[in-house]
């Protein structure tokens, strides 16, 4: 929050109220006059956030062809068309067409994060100006603008608060944390962690109930939202690791296209072929190295991934992002709403006469819904039905249900409290309706216990004072204890520190008689009390998390807590889910405020939970597990997780209970906000790449075949056995049936056990360049034999360039089958498990074959007709594929490729 110059050095939230209104020159009582606010507005300007945007569909449609791989063929293109070749120019630019309209649909959605923010703002405010309480359009505050806050309001502005009378808000929108914030005015230190200001109510914010009054220190861009909005804009998506990948394989293939097509030339030359003739050779080794098919085989396989990803609930906002979770080393998640169900719930109460767990599972049956006899259900004697009558009746909370489900309202601590009586045998709605309340004392941070009078029970002759509030505060005012002959304090203070270190949130219950209905709280003895017991309670674990904490960790995949949580919450909840071991090392935000980003370096690896983190906090552990060499994912529903969800490589966001905030600044959304959905997406994205890679094998392979083809008829003094139509036919058309099968095969079993691949990792391994040069090697060779063969049997070079590309068609048809695993047998993979595959290959010979028929495909390819002798020979020629990769299967086995 600003401050002016004779007090810069000490933030408003350190400042005592009077140095709070002469801070910001503004009035406690009568507000701003109406010139003040219209010359401040001026000087500020409006009370917005910066909205973005986003890219128009021209971009969207123009960012289609910004891979290098397309600029490969966007090159060729050009090629083709200054040398006339424009039957080639057509299937290269309808190749390219047809990759656009695919990406562009997938990618249509304009970005609207900063949008969503706004939303969040409020769109009008009352404040006092000119001494007269008024309504304001929000965008209209100003600096020293006075307030006025009450239940169920929405923060309009930062505000520093002057006054509040029993002012609980929600936050969680920016924190992440689901317990209401009780706010106060008294100035706090000027370190206070931001989450932790409990004088200072943020833009964004709800109120749960209360009243207050404060004057606006910041507006716009200046507010703590202001500040995540403006973080969210100008951070830059980073590529995905897929995309690196391509990125890395298009470099390569660029440069064997130059390679290539400059030793064919120069060689040619060097033995005296007509520099025209080698032209024309470096062409077709330009068309026969770019696989033409793959842009669009890897955004239809990036599609399917969207279409797995979605019936098992994660939807995919950016296509690249499909294979992301599949590479991803790290998951860093928020705790409240992705680990935890975001519902404060009693687990245990301890009296003198022993501890009780509340079981999570049991339905609560609400108020004035439950058994008629429920509120005798347990006995006085024994301290239980003491301590929960305690935690019902001082409560401003409700339980009800309505049409069929329980629903509840107010602060989700006092909630808990009637869940865990409803569960426990104590009917709040009856208990509440037999109490007669005289006197009722809200929890104020000063006095830090809430306390109801009330006639238990109905009865005038059993009047009582009964409190709920801190431990040691209660304890203070006790003198006897239910269910025990004195008081043993130690105990007490010793089971509420146990529960403390578990991550429980701990309340204590006292109640003692009162003789006369008191005026106000003044005339009530808080001393003498009897102490009842300990209530603790927490945000329990989703089901099914700490299963997939196992199943990240059997995938390679490291999972950390980021929370705006206390230290000892974080830890409990990430040793009950298994994130964390017992004595584990936590950082909080505040030890980071004094790190440097080399010091963070050090030990952002070893540690698996930060605590009470602010969004920059957050962004830097991403920026920093990046900088490690990690490929990171960041999961979180709330307004403070967005930065740091789009610098991630890939933010994950709730779709059920996240806000629009976090859904537009991430790459996938979970519908079901089920942290155990991650995993199947990890499993998705793994199988994604699989059949990336697959596909690109494939390709290599004709790819490597064909340059060994063409290279090879230099020394041997052949004429080309392909010209550039045919190699667009063999890469385009047939090859690409073939291929957009690939894209089709199931998950191989054992793919979540496999480590993650690693980022620098190519898309293309080591081990399948070796493995395509092989079959290149073999497959070039049989169709070179079978070219000169033909041609020596019928000296025609259509026919001989026919039966080379029927060769290739063939090989590849058989090559398909082995491509389906790159590391199990062919004979070991089942025939029927993708049946798009067997129609695909149908398709492709068919189309083939036809094409050597239909006068039209003739013409463009150059082809004719072939004997039954020849397709035998190809057919026969064509199984070796099967030996060659079965073999270097069996000699080079990997654990995986």
Known sequence: MSATAATEQRPLHALEAEEVVATLDGDAEEGLSAGQAATRLAEHGPNTVEEDEGPSRLAILLHQFTSPLIYLLIVAAIVTTLLGEYVDT??????????????????????????????????????????????????????????????????????????????????????????????????????????????????????????????VGATGTDTELGKIAEQVRTEEQPQTPLQQRMGRFANLIAVLVVSAAAVSFALGLAVGEPAGDMFMLAVALAVAVVPEGLPVVFTVALALGVRRMAARRALIRRLPAVETLGSTTTIGSDKTGTLTENRMTVTEVWTFSGVRTVDGDEEAFGEGDGDAEGGDAVDLEDGLRAVLLAGVLANEAQLYRSDGETRTEGDPTEVALLVAASRLGLD???????????????????????????????????????????????????????????????????????????????????????????????????????????????????????????????????????????????????????????????????????????????????????????????????????????????????????????????????????????????????????????????????VTFDNVRKVTFFLVSTGAAAIVALLSTIPLGLVLPFVPAQLLWLNVVTNGLQDLALAFEPGEEGVLRRPPRRREEGLVSGLLWERAALVGVVMAIFTLVLFDWQLDRTDSIEQARTVALSTMVVFMGVHLFNARSLHRSLFRTPLLSNRFLLVAQVLALGVHIGALYLPATQFVLRVEPIDVRAWGLIVAASLSMIVVNELHKLVRKPAYV
């Open 90 to 215: 057509g299937v290269i630019v309808a190749v390219l067409l047809l990759n656009a309209v695919i990406g562009y649909t997938q990618e249509s959605k304009a970005e609207a994060s900063v949008k969503a923010l706004m939303q969040l703002a409020a769109p009008r405010a009352r404040v006092v100006r000119d001494g007269e309480e008024r309504e304001v359009e929000a965008v209209d505050l100003v600096p020293g603008d006075l307030v006025l806050l009450e239940s169920g309001s929405k923060v309009p502005a930062d505000l520093r608060l002057l006054s509040t009378r029993s002012l609980e808000v929600d936050e969680s929108l920016l924190t992440g944390e689901s317990t209401a914030v009780r706010k106060h005015a008294d100035p706090i230190d000027a370190d206070t962690y931001t989450a932790d200001r409990a004088n200072v109510a943020f833009m964004g914010s709800s109120v749960i109930t209360g009243r207050g009054r404060g004057l």
């Open 428 to 686: 709040p709605g009856r208990a509440r309706r037999r109490a007669e309340a005289h006197l009722e004392l809200p929890f104020e941070s000063d006095r830090r216990f809430s306390a109801v009078v009330a006639d238990v029970d109905g009865d005038p002759d059993d009047r009582r004072v009964l409190v709920k509030g801190a431990p040691e505060r209660v304890l203070d005012m006790c003198t006897a204890a239910d269910g025990a002959d004195e008081l043993a304090r130690e105990a007490v203070l010793d089971a509420a520190a146990d529960m403390a270190a578990r991550g429980l949130r701990v309340l204590a219950m006292a109640h003692g008689p009162v003789a006369d209905i008191p005026v106000d709280d003044r005339d009530l003895a808080f001393e003498g009390l009897t102490f009842a017991g300990l209530q603790g309670m927490l945000d329990p674990p989703r089901q099914g998390v700490p299963e997939s904490i196992r199943a990240c960790a059997d995938a390679g995949v490291r999972v950390c807590m980021i929370t705006g949580d206390h230290p000892e919450t974080g830890l409990a909840i990430a040793r009950d889910i298994g994130i964390a071991e017992e004595g584990a090392r936590v950082v909080t935000g505040a030890e980071m405020e004094r790190l440097d980003d080399d010091e963070l370096d050090g030990f952002v690896e070893d540690v698996s939970v930060y605590a009470r983190v602010a969004p920059d906090h957050k962004h830097r552990i991403v920026k920093s597990l990046q900088r490690r060499g990690h490929t990171t994912a960041v999961t979180g529903d709330g307004v403070n997780d967005a930065p740091a969800l789009k610098a991630a490589d890939i933010g994950v966001a709730m779709g059920r209970d996240g806000t629009d905030v976090a859904r537009e600044a991430s790459d996938m959304v979970l519908t079901d906000d089920n942290f155990s959905s991650i995993v199947a997406a990890v499993e998705e994205g793994r």
